[in-house]
């Protein structure tokens, strides 16, 4: 079941997006509510699992990880305890940042993160060769991050910034 999110609520989504460190104070300066009123809204909306958490964004480069890779995943089988062992085995996987169930002609789309060239050598044979089940891989290499953001604002279905001064939400 989906929470209904009104116009203020996505305005507090579309505030927290752009810079999830926002105190109540600061947002109720955009948003026409109170920082109490705020803060029910925020714990509501993290009750109800519109909010997940909060983390910092890291530029990858800045930490060594040069590289991102998409690995497409073929399975022998989709059978249950397949795809409970291949995912099991790939919740433990270090270098794995996402793992989605495909369909179409792949089973599985992994995502790694490597330093360069031979530290994905050693990931493809240490890890995503030991992958239960596979009877494939084929990585493709990011050249260039062209974007790169969690949410758009724009699936929040908001056209502009909340205002206090308008005192309406669009």
Do not use: W
Not at 46 to 70: F, N, P, S
Not at 130 to 143: D, E, M, N, Q, Y
């Amino acid at each position: 079941m989906s929470m209904k999110l009104d116009a203020l609520d996505r305005a507090i989504l579309a505030a927290l997006l752009e810079d999830g460190r926002l105190s109540q104070v600061q947002l109720a300066e955009r948003i026409p509510l109170s920082p109490t009123a705020i803060a029910r809204r925020i714990r509501a909306l993290e009750e109800g699992g519109i909010i997940k958490g909060y983390q910092a964004r890291l530029d990858r480069k800045a930490m060594g990880l040069e590289m991102t890779v998409h690995i497409f995943i073929s399975l022998q089988n989709q059978s249950e305890q397949r795809l409970e062992a291949f995912e099991a085995a790939v919740a433990a996987s270090p270098s794995v940042i996402g793992c989605e169930l495909m369909s179409g002609e792949d089973d599985y789309l992994l995502t790694v993160l490597a330093r360069d060239l031979a530290d994905y050598e050693r990931i493809h044979k240490e890890e995503l060769s030991r992958l239960p089940g596979v009877t494939r891989l084929r990585s493709s290499f990011v050249l260039r991050d062209v974007k790169s953001q969690p949410m758009p604002v724009s699936a929040l279905g908001i056209g502009r910034q909340a205002s206090k001064k308008s005192n309406s939400i669009t």
